[in-house]
Structure formats: C-alpha cells, structure tokens
C-alpha cells in the first residue's frame, strides 16, 4: 500500500502547503481521503491523475476538507472519467444535494454513488476500512485503512501490521491512540505549537504526552494539518513530543509518498 500526501496544510492557506488530502494506492485500487483546496492540482501530478481516483472518502465537512470535491468533479466529467464513490458521515449525501442546487449544471453528468459511513468496518474501493468517531467540532471519523490483498510487513523501515490510520481533525485522546495500536503509519493532526491556547486541535506536549502514555505502539507517527502558526516551528515541536514520547514522528509535507507493504 502506498500513501501520498497531497495536502497538509490547514484553512489557513501559506501557499506551501495545499489543503488536506491523502491519497492511498493498492495495485490498481486508488481511494482519495479528503479533499480540500489544491488537492486537485496535488492529484493531476500523480502518476494515475484525478482520472484514476476511484473512491473518496471524507472525515468530515469542513471548507477545508471539501473545497476541491466539486472541482473533481467537473475535471473527471470534462476528461470522461464519470463514475465515482463518495463516503463519508453522516449527512454527506445531504452535503452533496446542497452543492450540486448550487451547480445544477453538473447535475447527472457523473455516475455517482453516494455511501454515508459510520463507526465500524467496512470495505471501499478495495481497502478494508475502520472507522472511529473523534474529537472536533463537528462530528468527524478516523480512519484505518488495509488493502484487501495486503498481507503486513514493513518498507522502508516502517514497521506494523501494513495499516494506514489517519486521525481526521481530532484532539489528541488514549482512545484514538488504542485504534492504532499495531499501524505502521498514523497520520495525525497537529495544528499548532504549544504556545497557541485552541481546542479541537492538538499542540504538540498534548499529542506527545497522550503518545507516550497509550498502551499503544505505532511504526511512524506524521504531523499533518498544520497551521502557518507552525513555520519554522517544527524542530521545537519534535523536541516537545520527543521529550515524553521516544516513537518516530516526523512532519509530513506535500508530495510526500510512503510505502507500506
């Protein structure tokens, strides 16, 4: 399984940084997650393009984590790419219906299937797939991703199971910790250094500390979802998660691709 990051910044835009968006690939299976400004322009320099994306799946409805799905659509219409899933929680389809009253042109111009998601398991686009309420401020779901043929190891000294969790928008919690017990990759938010008071947001002591103190091993923890507030920051926040918890964590940047397999 690989992962790119196509986006992780946050809805302060610092022109380095595209908003959120990843995108995992098992042989020919291709499911984007998330898709917020300047995701498509992430896709179109992937090899498969947006034509190859076969799934999206949203954590939740925020601007910045859905801003480019109608420009997806209208790039994957215009080059003929018309039939696409879209998953995500609850009152996605209804999300959905709102945007296309908007854009009535686009209306019946995909073949689109909508699928509203829950806590629990379930399969899409050929990854099996968990999913786990979070902390934000609007309801929001975490993700484990496993391609179906995919049997754990490690590449690239990643190590775990072969799973990909992605945390969403979330507060830093044991429980979210606990659901990726065993991963060999957790993609987690952490929008801002310790110096800025916010909630529904992880500074890097509270995520550190909720790391070190979980009954929990993860291959590679990745700082996603950041802020401008973090520019030239980064060292400093390692040093503060390092200082409670030893794992491997590391910033996560455009462009970036992982291996897992």
């Given at each position: 399984?690989?992962?790119t990051f196509l986006g992780t910044g946050s809805a302060m835009p610092t022109g380095e940084r595209f908003q959120t968006?990843?995108?995992?690939?098992?042989?020919?299976?291709?499911?984007?997650?998330?898709?917020?400004?300047?995701?498509?322009?992430?896709?179109?320099?992937?090899?498969?393009?947006?034509?190859?994306?076969?799934?999206?799946?949203?954590?939740?409805?925020?601007?910045?984590?859905?801003?480019?799905?109608?420009?997806?659509?209208?790039?994957?219409?215009?080059?003929?790419?018309?039939?696409?899933?879209?998953?995500?929680?609850?009152?996605?389809?209804?999300?959905?219906?709102?945007?296309?009253?908007?854009?009535?042109?686009?209306?019946?111009?995909?073949?689109?299937?909508?699928?509203?998601?829950?806590?629990?398991?379930?399969?899409?686009?050929?990854?099996?797939?968990?999913?786990?309420?979070?902390?934000?401020?609007?309801?929001?779901?975490?993700?484990?991703?496993?391609?179906?043929?995919?049997?754990?190891?490690?590449?690239?000294?990643?190590?775990?199971?072969?799973?990909?969790?992605?945390?969403?928008?979330?507060?830093?919690?044991?429980?979210?910790?606990?659901?990726?017990?065993?991963?060999?990759?957790?993609?987690?938010?952490?929008?801002?250094?310790?110096?800025?008071?916010?909630?529904?947001?992880?500074?890097?002591?509270?995520?550190?500390?909720?790391?070190?103190?979980?009954?929990?091993?993860?291959?590679?923890?990745?700082?996603?979802?950041?802020?401008?507030?973090?520019?030239?920051?980064?060292?400093?926040?390692?040093?503060?998660?390092?200082?409670?918890?030893?794992?491997?964590?590391?910033?996560?940047?455009?462009?970036?691709?992982?291996?897992?397999?």
């Amino acid at each position: 399984m690989r992962l790119t990051f196509l986006g992780t910044g946050s809805a302060m835009p610092t022109g380095e940084r595209f908003q959120t968006g990843l995108l995992l690939e098992s042989g020919d299976d291709t499911l984007l997650v998330d898709c917020g400004s300047g995701v498509l322009h992430g896709l179109a320099r992937t090899s498969g393009g947006y034509e190859a994306v076969d799934a999206v799946l949203l954590t939740h409805h925020h601007l910045d984590h859905v801003s480019d799905l109608f420009p997806l659509f209208k790039a994957r219409w215009l080059a003929g790419a018309t039939e696409l899933t879209v998953a995500g929680p609850t009152s996605t389809e209804a999300l959905l219906d709102g945007l296309f009253d908007v854009h009535e042109y686009m209306q019946d111009r995909l073949d689109l299937t909508i699928r509203e998601v829950d806590e629990g398991a379930f399969s899409l686009a050929g990854f099996d797939i968990a999913a786990t309420e979070v902390r934000h401020s609007m309801r929001c779901l975490a993700y484990r991703f496993a391609a179906e043929d995919d049997h754990g190891g490690d590449t690239a000294g990643v190590t775990g199971d072969g799973s990909i969790v992605f945390s969403g928008d979330t507060e830093s919690f044991p429980e979210l910790v606990e659901f990726a017990d065993g991963a060999a990759i957790l993609v987690h938010d952490c929008s801002f250094p310790d110096d800025v008071d916010v909630s529904n947001h992880p500074t890097p002591s509270s995520l550190g500390r909720v790391l070190g103190e979980a009954d929990s091993e993860v291959g590679r923890v990745y700082l996603t979802h950041l802020y401008p507030h973090t520019d030239g920051r980064h060292e400093g926040m390692l040093d503060s998660i390092g200082g409670v918890y030893d794992g491997d964590v590391r910033f996560a940047c455009d462009g970036m691709t992982v291996d897992v397999s």
